[in-house]
């Protein structure tokens, strides 16, 4: 009895020596807790709703490479133009092109600026749209899941559980059909024109043939693992996947902004229509 007392004040004694430290911790966990905990719909379904961003050199190039200067016909923006190094996001490092298919991509990468669809303000198509360095939001509802992203205005509804929904024709965000693999949501995407690229670098894909399919799944409350995998048996051997996170912004009154970038592109594809001797530009604020 009296060892069993001994150990009781024992207890007690250490118990209140460090009570003050268990306060704080415990203080701290409900912080990290709150900050960690997936939030969740009212259906219990993870809620992806909220403004995000890639933070990575996807949108340069998929594969690993080295940093490296811009097209030539740029070489005056000096840094501004020139490729950041990146350690690449597709599985297995290199894309498995076809025999000869690697040939259009080299050919499409020396003349990148004349030929990327983005720099003529085309929509991004999938998966590019999510990795461009510009913020897209997700609007979440049970039937449909609306994605928005700031570059060109670009948009696509998601179709949740309507598997019979099938693309009718093509288009440059694509068909997008949703479900869920547990806490996962699964979107599988069809149907997208062939004039769009996978980043800077001139990788491609044949169009209406590829199907994509993205997985997101929240790791924490501000953070997605994000993942899609491109099945296009006209261009690669095999289908093959990209993984990165996603990164929830958390700046104080965060808004998607617009980034209407056709009135950028007016001269780029329009300037041979100007009348002789008309100023370069919106013809308001000539470009000098």
Avoid at 16 to 32: E, H, L, M
Avoid at 183 to 203: E, H, K
Avoid at 244 to 261: A, G, P, S, T, W
Wanted: charged share 20%; hydrophobic share 35%; proline share 8%.
């Amino acid at each position: 009895m009296k060892t069993q007392f001994k150990t009781f004040f024992a207890v007690a004694a250490t118990a209140a020596a460090v009570s003050a430290f268990w306060v704080t911790q415990d203080v701290s966990q409900a912080q990290n807790e709150s900050r960690t905990e997936i939030p969740r719909t009212p259906d219990g379904k993870p809620n992806f709703s909220g403004i995000w961003q890639s933070m990575n050199t996807a949108y340069w190039d998929l594969e690993p490479h080295e940093a490296r200067h811009g097209p030539l016909a740029a070489l005056q923006a000096g840094a501004h133009l020139a490729v950041p190094p990146g350690m690449g996001v597709v599985e297995g490092g290199m894309l498995p092109y076809k025999p000869g298919m690697r040939d259009a991509k080299e050919e499409n990468q020396a003349n990148w600026l004349q030929r990327d669809p983005a720099t003529k303000c085309y929509l991004p198509g999938v998966p590019r749209a999510t990795y461009q360095p510009y913020p897209f939001q997700i609007f979440q509802a049970p039937d449909a899941t609306l994605i928005t992203y700031q570059f060109a205005g670009a948009d696509r509804i998601v179709h949740m559980n309507r598997p019979e929904l099938e693309a009718q024709v093509d288009s440059w965000m694509g068909h997008n059909n949703g479900s869920w693999d547990g806490d996962t949501l699964v979107i599988d995407v069809t149907g997208q024109m062939p004039d769009t690229w996978f980043d800077r670098s001139g990788n491609y894909h044949s169009g209406w043939e590829m199907h994509v399919q993205e997985r997101y799944t929240m790791l924490d409350r501000n953070t997605i693992q994000y993942s899609a995998t491109v099945n296009d048996p006209n261009v690669y051997e095999r289908p093959w996947t990209i993984n990165m996170h996603l990164y929830r912004h958390q700046d104080e009154n965060m808004k998607l902004l617009e980034y209407k970038c056709v009135e950028f592109v007016e001269e780029l594809l329009f300037g041979d229509l100007r009348a002789p001797g008309s100023p370069i530009g919106d013809g308001i604020t000539p470009i000098n």
